[in-house]
């Protein structure tokens, strides 16, 4: 009780309440659109999945962030990508 009125402890209360809120949006994230998870039955059931294109746009954000700096990793993707 003494500790929540000290006001030195209030940055790890905003740091711990910000941490736990990008952890909840990115778990929400990928529970509501996720090409993986799949909430239907009969999707469940079918061992392949055809659902190349909502792979990529689901992970279409991620080119730009991993494109800052060139590096073997990235140019071999791109060599795929053609």
Do not use: M
């Not at 055809?50 to 071999?76: D, T």
Request: proline letters at 5%; aromatic letters at 8%.
């Amino acid at each position: 009780r003494l500790w929540v009125n000290q006001p030195a402890v209030w940055p790890i209360f905003v740091v711990i309440g910000a941490a736990t809120g990008i952890c909840a949006g990115a778990s929400g994230r990928y529970l509501i659109k996720s090409p993986g998870v799949h909430w239907n039955k009969t999707d469940r059931a079918s061992p392949v999945r055809e659902n190349a294109e909502e792979g990529r746009r689901f992970a279409s954000h991620k080119y730009g962030l991993a494109h800052l700096s060139r590096n073997c990793v990235n140019e071999l993707n791109d060599s795929h990508r053609k």
